[in-house]
């Protein structure tokens, strides 16, 4: 079984690496300059910074302008079928996050493609180049049902609104792995050390 993680922080990152993770992510621009290792995950809206050699592509734009670059693809792609598999594949792409909607049950005929499958993470929902009132990371909006949904302001002043409730597959990993689907992704955004510890350590740490 392989293990990649997305980290927004370097408290984050720092977390991370001591687990024996195959790849790290970061939406982080100055992490991602700082170690060559790591994939940065492409901004929302274009931007004029010089892009790390490797990334996480979420978006076609940066795919077709991403030439010699090590691309794996997001799950923004919504990508549900071979056909677009294979696209992504003939573009470049090394790994492909299918869509987040695809069940077990969905990615039966695509497990033969290196696919990695998003099993953990608060996910946006909405995303804003910018708003008056967000301008840092601390804000929450709540629903009538008392959900509360994270607002997240990037290095870029682009407001994402986050899922109340995270992603959680870590429960179908077996399962995941009986179609032969072997790689899995976890996303931390506004989860503290702790937090990262914790999920980190039950996965690793069985």
Same mark, same amino acid.
């Given at each position: ?105 969905? @990615?039966?005929?695509?497990? &033969?493609?290196?696919?990695? +499958? /998003? %099993?953990?993470?608060?996910?946006? $929902?909405?995303? *804003? ?11 929450? @909006?709540?629903?009538?049902? &008392?959900?509360?949904?994270? +607002? /997240? %302001?990037?290095?870029?002043?682009? $407001?994402?609104? *986050? ?22 992704? /976890? ?20």
């Amino acid at each position: 079984m392989k293990i990649s993680v997305l980290v927004y922080t370097k408290e984050q990152y720092e977390v991370v690496q001591e687990y024996p993770v195959d790849e790290i992510y970061t939406a982080n621009y100055d992490l991602a300059m700082e170690n060559p290792s790591l994939y940065y995950q492409t901004p929302k809206y274009f931007s004029e910074k010089k892009m790390p050699h490797r990334l996480l592509c979420g978006d076609v734009g940066w795919l077709m302008e991403s030439e010699n670059h090590t691309i794996i693809t997001d799950y923004n792609l919504n990508v549900a079928n071979h056909f677009s598999v294979e696209e992504l594949l003939k573009r470049g792409a090394t790994k492909i996050t299918p869509s987040l909607e695809c069940s077990v049950e969905d @990615l039966k005929g695509l497990a &033969k493609y290196p696919l990695e +499958v /998003l %099993v953990y993470g608060h996910v946006g $929902v909405m995303t *804003l180049k910018s708003h008056p009132l967000f301008k840092e990371n601390g804000y929450e @909006l709540e629903d009538y049902q &008392k959900r509360r949904w994270k +607002v /997240l %302001v990037d290095e870029n002043d682009v $407001v994402s609104l *986050l899922s109340a409730d995270p992603v959680n597959r870590l429960d179908e990993l077996e399962a995941y792995q009986s179609i032969g689907i072997t790689s899995f992704r /976890l996303d931390f955004t506004i989860e503290n050390k702790e937090q990262v510890k914790k999920i980190m350590d039950l996965i690793f740490n069985k």
